[in-house]
DNA sequence: AAAATATCTGAGCTACTATTCAGGTTCTAC
DNA sequence: GTAGAACCTGAATAGTAGCTCAGATATTTT
C-alpha cells in the first residue's frame, strides 16, 4: 500500500500554465469537501480526483501523495488568511497588552470559527499536524504575545519559571482557541469565552506567589 | 472494507474459561504494541493476531471490530490505573486545595507518562476519543475540581463566567497535562511544570478584574 | 507547421484491509 | 465416556488503498 521508505520521487511538476493552476485549485476544494464529508481516514486520492473531477493520475502529477495534498490545502487557507489579517495584526503591537491579545484571540478563533468543519477535521484527526508549516507560523506569534506578556509583567521569573510559564502559555492558549472555536457549549458566547480567558492570563502574570 | 451502517452484529462471546482469558488479555498486550510501533492507522486486527500469536478469526470471536479492541485496551488500562490510585485520590477531598490539585496534577502525569508511547498514539491519532468511557471519567474528576476551586475562590462569579470559567479551566488544564507528560521540553522538568501550572489556576482564581 | 513541452487520462498493478464461516480441537458437565 | 459448549483456526471473500505508466490531448515555442 505504501512506501514510504523508499521517498525517491518527493518531487512533481508545478503547474504553469492556467489551466493546470485551476486544476490543482480545484484538487485543493475537492480535497476539503471530502475530508469534511469522510474523515480524514477515508479520504482517499480517487475520491479527492472523482470529486475534483479529474483524473486519478492528474493528482499524481502534482503532489507526491496524499499527505501533501493535505498539507498543501491547509497551508494555502492558513496563509491566505493570515495575509487577510495581516494589516489587524501589525496595529495590535501598538495597543495595551489585554486589549491586543483580546484581539488577537478573537482573530484565531474567528479564523478557526470560518473553517469550523474542515477544522474540526483537522485538529482531532490529521496525524503529524506540528509538522505543517502553517500551524507552526501561528504558534510562533502566540509565542511572541506571552513573551511580551511575561516581560511587561516584571521581575517574578528566573530563566527556568519564564521557560516553564511560555510553555504552559502556549499549550493551554492553543487548547482553549481550539475548544472555543469548535466545542463551545452553545450556552457560552465566543465573547465571554474570550473575555475570560484574557481573565485567565492576566491573573496569571499578575500572580506573586507567596514564597519561592 | 467497513459496514459502518449495518451495525447488526454488535454482540460476541465473552471469555468464559481460563485459556479464553488469557487469549483476550494477550490480543489487548499485542494492540498496544502494535498501535505504539505502527500508528493508529496502520495497525491493523491482522497485525494484532499475528503479533498476539492467535488467528484473525479468534479476534472476532470477542472483538466485534477493530476499534472494540482499541476501546477495551484503553478503558482497561485507565480503569485499572485508577483502581490503583483511588486510596490516594480519596485522601486529597481533605487538604488544602492548591496541594491536593498538585497532587492530583502529578498522578494525572505520571499515568500519561507510564505509558507514553501509547499515550501518544492515543492522544494524537484516535479519532472519537471522547467517546470512550475512561477518558469520560477522568475528564469528570478534573471537572469536580474545578467547580470546587471555583467555589471556594467566593464571590466573583456569576452563573454564566462560571460556566466559561471551568469550560477553560477544563479545557487548558487536560491540554496542559497531556502537554507536559508527552511534550515536555528536555529541560523543563514535570514538577516545576506543575507548580507554574498550580500558579495559573490559583493565579486566576485570586485573580479580581478592575470592573465589570 | 513542426517540435517541444505541459497537461491530462484511466486501466491496471500490488498490497493491503476487515470480516466471515465451515470445520477442527479442547474443555466441562452429566 | 459422551454430548454439547467453548474455543480456536485460517483460507476465502470482497473490497479499497496508493500509485504508475503508456499514451492521448492541449498549449507554447521555434
Redesign the pocket.
Known amino acids: 500500500?505504501?512506501?514510504r521508505q523508499t521517498k525517491g520521487?518527493t518531487k512533481r511538476?508545478?503547474?504553469?500554465?492556467?489551466?493546470?493552476k485551476?486544476?490543482v485549485q480545484s484538487i485543493l476544494e475537492a480535497t476539503a469537501q471530502v475530508l469534511v464529508k469522510e474523515g480524514y481516514a477515508?479520504?482517499?486520492?480517487?475520491?479527492i480526483a472523482a470529486r475534483a473531477?479529474?483524473?486519478?493520475?492528474?493528482i499524481?502529477?502534482y503532489f507526491?501523495?496524499?499527505d501533501a495534498v493535505v498539507a498543501a490545502l491547509l497551508n494555502s487557507i492558513v496563509f491566505e488568511t493570515v495575509k487577510r489579517l495581516q494589516g489587524r495584526m501589525a496595529s495590535l503591537i501598538q495597543e495595551p497588552l489585554p486589549l491586543a491579545a483580546k484581539q488577537w484571540l478573537h482573530a484565531a478563533v474567528d479564523l478557526l470559527g470560518e473553517h469550523a468543519g474542515l477544522a474540526r477535521v483537522v485538529v482531532e484527526q490529521i496525524p503529524r499536524l506540528q509538522e505543517i508549516a502553517a500551524v507552526q507560523m501561528i504558534e510562533k506569534q502566540m509565542l511572541a504575545f506571552a513573551r511580551q506578556m511575561a516581560v511587561e509583567s516584571g521581575e517574578r521569573y528566573n530563566r527556568s519559571n519564564l521557560d516553564a510559564g511560555m510553555f504552559l502559555v502556549v499549550t493551554m492558549v492553543r487548547a482553549a482557541v481550539i475548544g472555543i472555536a469548535l466545542e463551545r457549549p452553545s450556552h457560552l458566547s465566543a465573547e465571554e469565552l474570550i473575555d475570560e480567558l484574557v481573565n485567565v492570563m492576566v491573573g496569571y502574570y499578575n500572580y506573586r506567589p507567596l514564597r519561592r
Open positions: 500500500m505504501k512506501k520521487n511538476r508545478a503547474p504553469v500554465q492556467g489551466r493546470a485551476k486544476t477515508k479520504t482517499s486520492t480517487n475520491k473531477g479529474v483524473s486519478i493520475g492528474t499524481y502529477e507526491p501523495d496524499k
